[in-house]
């Protein structure tokens, strides 16, 4: 049965949060707020949080930035995932991946098809790895913020979590820049 494994330490993981939109400010920012709430209610660090419009050279400038970054583990993006001509964010995430995490997106159109029903379809909700950095991008709702880290991310980025997750893999993402 997958769950928490209470013998094993939890590792704070260090996550920067971007809001991708051309209209939210810091003061409205609902979506990225409830992933700040969440990430340190589960007794991770966010270690950086911007907005930026939905340009995708912007997006793929903070993504790289942040991979660059050491004090980065984790990067979780709000906002541009839908089927709109602003929406850009999985084309700039998936210019940058190594390696694509498909499971996720597919994983969360699941998971969010039981609330939403087939409105999830709109979500182009994506995750990959590049520098050893953990990208993931969520549509830009509160709700789907929640339901991406409630029903997703909490689990994975514990290393707590049994049978697997994301974090013990976290020292052999880089693996192949060392052969």
């Known amino acids: 049965m997958p769950g928490i494994d209470e013998t094993r330490p939890f590792i704070p993981v260090h996550i920067a949060v971007l809001t991708v939109s051309d209209t939210r400010t810091e003061?409205?920012?609902?979506?990225?707020?409830?992933?700040?709430?969440?990430i340190t209610g589960a007794g991770h660090r966010v270690v950086a949080k911007t907005i930026v419009k939905d340009d995708r050279a912007a997006i793929v400038a903070q993504l790289r930035?942040?991979?660059?970054?050491?004090?980065?583990?984790?990067?979780?993006?709000t906002g541009?995932?839908?089927?709109?001509?602003r929406d850009v964010?999985?084309?700039?995430?998936?210019?940058?991946?190594?390696?694509?995490?498909?499971?996720?997106?597919?994983?969360?159109?699941?998971?969010?098809?039981?609330?939403i029903g087939a409105s999830t379809i709109q979500s182009r909700a994506t995750a990959?790895?590049?520098?050893?950095?953990?990208?993931?991008?969520?549509p830009g709702s509160p709700g789907a913020c929640r339901d991406g880290w409630?029903?997703?991310?909490?689990?994975?980025?514990?290393?707590?979590?049994?049978?697997?997750?994301?974090v013990e893999l976290m020292p052999r993402l880089n693996e192949h820049r060392k052969a």
Request: a negative charge; one cysteine or more.
């Open 27 to 38: 003061a409205d920012d609902r979506s990225g707020q409830t992933l700040v709430e969440r």
């Open 65 to 77: 930035a942040w991979i660059a970054d050491p004090a980065v583990d984790v990067v979780i993006s």
């Open 80 to 85: 541009g995932t839908g089927v709109t001509g």
């Open 89 to 115: 964010t999985p084309e700039a995430f998936q210019s940058i991946y190594e390696k694509e995490i498909a499971g996720f997106g597919e994983l969360f159109r699941m998971l969010s098809y039981q609330k």
């Open 128 to 138: 990959g790895v590049a520098g050893g950095t953990y990208l993931f991008a969520l």
């Open 150 to 166: 409630d029903d997703i991310l909490r689990h994975q980025l514990d290393a707590r979590f049994r049978p697997c997750n994301f």
